[in-house]
């Protein structure tokens, strides 16, 4: 978009292309994390107790150092004979 800034045709769509990718990223990096933080009330809690994080994983066993959680293999479906 940086080249044709100074042509006199497209030079309006390549400033409205680049000030949406730069709204758009402040949104995106800046606007939605701090709304995140505020809507639900997340604290200031730089670094959470060892007892607090393993309790948030969804596998408490590999947090643990047990070793991954394995997942079963989907059950097997009898659609009967084939005609």
């Known amino acids: 978009m940086l080249p ?7 030079s309006p769509l390549a400033f409205t292309v680049i000030g949406g ?3 758009a ?14 809507w ?3 604290p200031a ?8 994080a393993v ?3 969804p596998w408490p066993l590999a ?10 293999p989907p059950p097997q479906i009898d659609h009967g004979d084939p005609v």
């Open 40 to 42: 639900f009330r997340i």
């Open 63 to 72: 947090a643990k150092g047990k070793g991954l959680r394995t997942i079963p």
């Open 4 to 10: 044709i800034i100074r042509d006199p045709f497209w």
């Open 21 to 23: 990718l730069v709204v």
């Open 55 to 57: 309790c948030r994983t």
């Open 45 to 52: 809690d730089p670094e959470p107790a060892r007892d607090e």
């Open 25 to 38: 990223a402040a949104l995106t990096l800046i606007f939605l994390p701090a709304l995140y933080v505020l």
